[in-house]
């Protein structure tokens, strides 16, 4: 009998995960945390697809002569790698996982707004990246993530309409994702929940949701455009029709620097959340949090020009354009400065969710430097089109937006599944993933800033070390992205009980719904009456 | 929103407020005006596309927050085209101290460095 008392309790409770049973209660649901879970399976189905790509990459850079792979070979997979991981991985990965779990949570609502249609964009979804798969399968597409044109509509000979065609698929899932939350956080928040009282969380959510109405419909209206000019030569962007070849990088990256913002701003959510809770002290600075996201949603639509300026855009163009990406590095700094004083005199503990947020203050912190580099005009003739690009970008969307979604996944696993997982192994592969990034990325800073351009196969001798650094970096940091996937797994079912608040935080889903919540959430509406992190 | 009724007769007047702007439109079409031809025809589009969506899609009696999304559209569709623009017109400014050579053209000593 003494040993039965040690044995975790495991009262038989009616919750979200256990109250249907059956493939067809998971594809038919309208739960928002059963629908969140749908996403989790597919974006890490993505995410490995993904990184299978990477490796093969990084194994063919090992030396100088790429002898791995076919030259072509080596185009596809760049390709698909960017297309996978952006649309198909980052972008619905914090939204679409975790904020659809945590928005009804956070505000004290059933569900979302439009819960069909909640389920509608996961379907969408997995359209377009059933297209997508096809058109990799069909044997791949070679124009980059950016589609560039002329080489997308005239020169490239992969599945490019396919491939474009997954993406203004998907697009159309994002834009209803970001719908549905606005109209839930307008129209659904408790009572005595105000808009200053919203978790930071809830903030970023509103503010990538804005991004996604507003960026996605442009570059699906620029997929067909290609579409159209590579199947039937209508002349939009072939200069020999009457069109320009830069016109489609201005509706590109109209679209494409916000949708950077999309895949940073959720994750700078989620480490809002995780410093008050971890140094148990209020956020510093609400409404200066709360307001950058809203401004890094707005200068982002100013700035896209930065990508362009070796294109043969005017010169005066790029010179405003520099000078608004410098504006948009200030709300980025805002967070940071706060971030890190939040954490001034607090008592900080060291739970894997936060090492993952201190990892991503200090990665996204570089990563946004170095894009000032990028943003300067002269330093940019140089960096243009190198692994010093490629590095900036994977400090901010690895380093910054993984760590930030990985830290959230260990954070609200305990609600989600109601289970803990073995802390000890999380901080382990923290530490393995932190080792393996910085190993993987900052060589190829070195490597591009000695004039390594990106998307090559082969490269100069005299760069070998610092690939094969780059190389060893990618088998670590792939091995610290394997070791969660196996505990996370294993934890489902042997995890000991969470109970319904591990980490002592502030916020509804913690101090008002069951770890797993109940169908439907809450017992009885929450009734809100004080700030976010009311902690100490 | 749901809620106001709109009287059958404001549709109508619109309606007819779209085939005669139509009409005009195309009569427009026959006379040159030069330059203008464009801003006419556009500020034409322009006037039908608002009749249509204050009356036909109800943004005339939509609440606040509703005209609002409905400005953001427009106003970012203005920063696109914009802003865009801001390239293309001033594209040009640059000098080409050698002037542009067409790749037909067979390079003339005078170009050579
Ligand atoms: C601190 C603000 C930032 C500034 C000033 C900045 C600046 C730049 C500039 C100037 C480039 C173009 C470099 C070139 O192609 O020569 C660039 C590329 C890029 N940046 Fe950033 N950036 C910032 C933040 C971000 C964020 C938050 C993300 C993603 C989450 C991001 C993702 C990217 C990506 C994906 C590219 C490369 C796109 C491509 O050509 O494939 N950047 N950045
Ligand atoms: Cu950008």
């Not at chain 1, 256990?18 to 067809?24: L, P, R, S, T």
């Not at chain 1, 990563?367 to 003739?381: E, K, N, P, R």
């Not at chain 1, 192994?425 to 993987?440: C, H, K």
Request: glycine content about 8%; proline content about 7%; aromatic content about 16%.
């Amino acid at each position: 009998m003494a040993t039965a008392a040690l044995e975790p309790q495991v009262e038989f409770r009616t919750h979200y995960l256990n109250h249907a049973y059956g493939i067809k209660s998971w594809l038919l649901t309208t739960d928002h945390k059963r629908i969140a879970l749908l996403y989790l399976a597919s974006v890490t189905f993505f995410f490995f697809v993904g990184g299978a790509a990477a490796v093969l990459m990084r194994l063919n850079l090992l030396e100088p002569t790429g002898s791995l792979l076919e030259p072509a070979t080596y185009n596809k997979l760049f390709s698909m790698h960017g297309i996978v991981m952006i649309f198909f991985f980052l972008a619905p990965a914090v939204p679409a996982v975790l904020g659809n779990f945590l928005i009804p949570l956070m505000i004290g609502a059933r569900d979302v707004a439009f819960p069909r249609l909640n389920l509608l964009s996961w379907y969408i979804f997995m359209l377009g990246g059933a297209i997508l798969m096809y058109a990799v399968i069909a044997g791949g597409v070679d124009t980059g993530w950016t589609f560039y044109t002329p080489l997308s509509t005239s020169y490239a000979t992969g599945n490019v309409v396919a491939a474009a065609m997954g993406v203004f698929v998907s697009g159309f899932s994002s834009i209803l994702t970001g719908l549905n939350f606005i109209v839930t956080i307008h129209k659904m928040r408790a009572p005595g929940l105000t808009w200053f009282r919203l978790p930071l969380f809830i903030w970023s959510m509103y503010a990538t949701s804005c991004i996604f109405i507003l960026a996605m419909p442009v570059i699906a209206i620029t997929m067909v455009l290609l579409a159209l000019e590579r199947l039937f030569h209508v002349g939009i962007f072939d200069p020999s029709l009457g069109g320009d070849p830069i016109l489609f990088q201005h509706l590109f990256w109209f679209f494409g620097h916000p949708e950077v913002y999309v895949l940073i701003l959720p994750s700078m959510g989620v480490i809002s959340e995780l410093v008050p809770c971890f140094s148990k002290k209020r956020i510093f600075g609400y409404s200066f949090v709360a307001f950058s996201s809203v401004a890094i949603a707005a200068i982002s639509f100013l700035v896209w020009g930065h990508h362009m300026f070796v294109s043969g855009q005017s010169v005066y163009a790029g010179l405003v354009f520099s000078a608004l990406s410098f504006a948009v590095a200030i709300p980025s700094a805002i967070k940071v400065f706060n971030w890190t004083a939040t954490m001034y005199k607090g008592s900080v503990s060291y739970s894997a969710p936060m090492l993952y947020a201190i990892g991503f203050i200090g990665l996204f912190t570089m990563g946004g430097l170095t894009g000032l580099f990028l943003a300067s005009l002269a330093t940019d003739v140089h960096l243009h089109d190198t692994y010093f690009v490629i590095a900036h970008f994977h400090y901010i969307m690895v380093g910054g937006a993984v760590m930030g979604y990985l830290g959230g996944i260990h954070f609200w696993w305990p609600k989600m599944t109601g289970r803990l997982y073995p802390d000890g192994w999380a901080r382990f592969a923290a530490g393995v993933i932190f080792v393996g990034f910085n190993l993987t990325f900052f060589p190829q800073y070195v490597l591009g800033y000695l004039g390594m351009p990106r998307r090559y196969p082969v490269y100069p001798p005299e760069f070998q070390v610092l690939n094969v650094m780059s190389t060893a970096g990618a088998s670590i940091l792939g091995i610290g992205y394997l070791i969660p996937l196996v505990y996370l797994i294993w934890s489902m079912r042997y995890g000991p009980p969470a109970g319904q608040n591990p980490w002592g935080a502030k916020g509804l889903e913690w101090e008002k719904a069951l770890s797993p919540p109940p169908p439907e959430n809450f017992e009885e509406t929450p009734v809100v009456t004080e700030e976010a992190y009311n902690y100490g | 929103m749901a809620g106001h009724i709109v009287p059958a007769r404001t549709y109508f007047l619109v309606f007819a407020a779209l085939v005669v702007l139509t009409a005009v439109t195309t009569a427009v079409a026959f006379v040159d005006l030069g330059p203008l031809n464009t801003v006419v025809a556009l500020a034409i589009a322009v006037c039908k596309a608002c009749l249509v969506v204050l009356f036909f899609m109800h943004v005339k009696y939509a609440p606040g927050l509703t005209r609002v999304v409905v400005v953001t559209g427009f106003l970012w569709l203005a920063l696109l085209i914009g802003i865009s623009l801001s390239d293309v017109v001033t594209r040009p400014w640059t000098p080409i101290p050698q002037g542009w050579q067409t790749s037909s053209a067979s390079p003339s000593p005078a170009n050579q460095p």
